[in-house]
């Protein structure tokens, strides 16, 4: 067997023996005619059987090919029922966890402003008891000095009621 190349070489060479068989001069013998008659007919049926066996090896391409496809197939069924497995096997709880990370991901939201809300709250928080020490402060501040100007008053009323007494006391 030669390659696909100088198959057709020789088929082209017979049928060209064949096309000069049909020009025949007058003066040739019968046995030429018949050698060549005969040669044509050899390239006719060599013609014919590369034909067929080329036929015939398309034909078994071809079931190669429809039999490599059938198993394609087959692996491809079984990689996609491996991969449903696999998905299956991957995370069972899918929606329970999807739904509990929505539900994480809402409170999280919420619980932005929430803080920042209890962030200006503590600091209000703060500046008022600030401002209510600071005001304490000062009542305790004015307190001990009430309570200091009331006890001046009183040790001087006291003197003066003493002065008093003792100017009745010396005219009488």
């Known amino acids: 067997m030669g390659t696909p ?3 057709w070489e020789q ?3 017979q049928m060209q023996r064949v096309k000069n068989s049909g020009i025949i ?3 040739e013998t019968p046995l030429k005619d018949d050698k060549e008659e ?3 007919k050899s390239a006719l049926a060599l013609f014919r059987a590369k034909e067929e066996e080329i036929e015939r090896k398309k034909m078994e391409v071809r079931d190669k090919v429809q039999a490599y496809m059938g198993r394609v197939e087959e ?3 079984r ?3 491996i991969r449903e497995e696999l998905d299956a096997l991957i ?3 899918r929606k329970d966890i ?3 990370r929505k539900k994480i991901d809402t409170i999280n939201r919420e619980l932005k402003p929430l803080g920042q809300s209890c962030q200006k709250k503590e600091r209000e928080y703060k500046e008022a008891l600030e401002a209510f020490n600071d005001k304490n402060k000062e009542k305790t501040q004015l307190v001990s000095k009430l309570m200091e100007l009331v006890s001046e008053s009183e040790r001087l009323r006291m003197k003066k009621l003493e002065e008093l007494s003792r100017s009745i006391e010396t005219l009488s």
Do not use: G, V
């Open 38 to 40: 005969e040669m044509a």
């Open 5 to 7: 190349k100088q198959i």
């Open 98 to 100: 999807a739904f509990l």
């Open 79 to 81: 990689l996609s029922d």
């Open 75 to 77: 692996a491809t069924r």
């Open 91 to 93: 995370d069972p709880m």
């Open 25 to 27: 001069l007058t003066n």
């Open 11 to 13: 088929q082209q060479s």
